[in-house]
């Protein structure tokens, strides 16, 4: 510090949080010393202990005895909070007393250290101490200088001046608040970060959790090969886990039964319903039941379990391959499209959706579902996509969709349909996407 200038008045940057001019001493003069000497004199050395809360711990990191005893003077003469000043006179001596695990509450450095000089004398100290505030005490008349400082890992920076006993000890105090403010920012952010990956675990392993709730090719294949049925889907929550679901359920003989719903909502909530509307279809199940018998079952026992505006829309239907019929039921689907040698059509999808009516009624329907026929089940993310022109896929939309597949190849496959709706609207899709196509197969 020695060889810093005298008596530099600065004015402290912008959002520094302390307004006005600050100082303080510069090189004391040969009086000036003499005068600090003579008044410290009597007084005891200055030692670290372990102070209460009314005290703080202060490293002096200064090479020159004269400012290093107007520091300690003016500290001393600071009546609220007291300071316990340790004095060290270089660089390394102030490293080995952070390492060795003293208890410091704020160090004051001098940027002019016979073993460092300059910024690189921040960032090093920032280092050994990387959660104790450093006030650097400097002589130089620079604020790009003093940004820089603060830039490297400092708290406040002081201007040596006369002033010390108004300066040093609101420096201090400042350069606490503002270390104690960085801290606690900083575990928030930690905090939040953990929190984020927590979060994502848990997405990860409901998503996984939902996904294996659909059915396995190589439990339900050998079923669906015995009665002559093909089966393609596809299935992506929107948000990683959504309120979109399809199965199939074994009726025995020469029938199977397939089940598409989608929930309100998005995310872990409307996936907590799936699971609830899941482990419901597997305790009422019955192949003996008609879908719309089933339907009405299931919305009686959702309606208790669900929030304040939550439901579920959903299609159930068998086909039964000995008589060659589809039966189904709806309660407020998007309306399936079936398609067979006279071309395509929607089916009546109408119903109040689960979990809104205190008595629901569902009608039971059929139609001839012979071997070559095709019937597609979708969610309303289909539908209710937007083009990029801003208006509504809409049910004219898929209509166009389906007409131009059976154009091409005769077919609907499901592959082609998400590839087509994906040049058609605008993605990426902002809801549950579930598309499933049951084929009876001929020969």
């Known amino acids: 510090m020695g060889r810093d200038t005298n008596d530099i008045p600065v004015r402290r940057p912008a959002g520094s949080g302390v307004g006005g001019l600050i100082r303080l001493p510069g090189r004391a ?3 000036q010393t003499d005068q600090i000497l003579r008044q410290t004199a009597h007084m005891p050395q200055l030692s670290v202990g ?9 490293l002096l990191v200064e090479d020159e005895p004269g400012d290093a005893k107007l520091v300690e003077f003016a500290l001393r003469m600071s009546s609220a909070p007291s300071f316990v000043v340790t004095h060290v006179t270089s660089l390394a001596s102030a490293v080995s007393h952070m390492r060795d695990g003293s208890e410091v509450d704020v160090i004051l450095l001098d940027l002019s250290l016979p073993d460092s000089a300059g910024i690189a004398t921040v960032s090093r100290m920032q280092a050994a101490a990387p959660r104790t505030p450093i006030v650097i005490m400097t002589g130089m008349d620079d604020p790009r200088f003093a940004s820089h400082a603060l830039e490297a890992g400092a708290q406040d920076y002081l201007i040596k001046s006369d002033d010390p006993e108004r300066t040093v000890g609101r420096a201090i105090r400042y350069a606490i608040t503002r270390m104690t403010g960085q801290l606690e920012r900083q575990a928030l952010l930690e905090s939040i970060a953990e929190q984020q990956r927590r979060l994502v675990e848990e997405v990860t392993v409901a998503r996984a959790m939902q996904f294996d709730l659909l059915p396995r090719p190589e439990r339900v294949d050998p079923r669906l090969a015995e009665l002559g049925i093909e089966v393609e889907s596809f299935f992506e929550p929107s948000s990683g886990i959504g309120g979109d679901l399809w199965g199939c359920l074994d009726c025995g003989a020469g029938r199977m039964s397939f089940y598409s719903f989608d929930f ?16 419901l279809i597997s305790d009422h199940w019955d192949p003996k039941l008609s879908p719309g018998f089933m339907l009405e079952m299931l919305g009686l026992a959702l309606r208790g379990l669900l929030g304040r505006g939550q439901f579920a829309t959903m299609f159930l239907c068998t086909v039964d391959c000995e008589r060659g019929v589809v039966e189904w039921a709806s309660a407020g689907a998007p309306a399936p499209i079936i398609l067979d040698g006279d071309g395509f059509r929607f089916l009546d999808a109408s119903g109040v959706p689960l979990g809104l009516s205190k008595a629901p009624e ?6 001839p579902f012979p071997p070559g026929a095709s019937l597609l ?47 058609r609207v605008r993605t990426p899709v902002e809801d549950d ?4 196509c049951i084929r009876r197969l001929e020969g």
């Open 377 to 423: 089940i979708y969610s309303d993310a289909i539908t209710d996509s937007p083009t990029p022109d801003g208006d509504i896929f809409g049910e004219a939309g898929l209509t166009g969709l389906v007409g131009d597949m059976l154009a091409r190849s005769g077919e609907m496959r499901v592959e082609h349909l998400i590839d087509g709706l994906y040049q």
């Open 433 to 436: 996407l579930t598309a499933i």
């Open 29 to 31: 003069t040969g009086w």
């Open 362 to 367: 569902y009608r039971d329907h059929s139609e």
């Open 50 to 58: 372990r102070p209460d809360k009314s005290v703080l711990r202060v």
């Open 264 to 279: 309100t909502g998005h995310g872990i909530g409307a996936a907590l319903n799936v699971f609830r509307l899941h482990a």
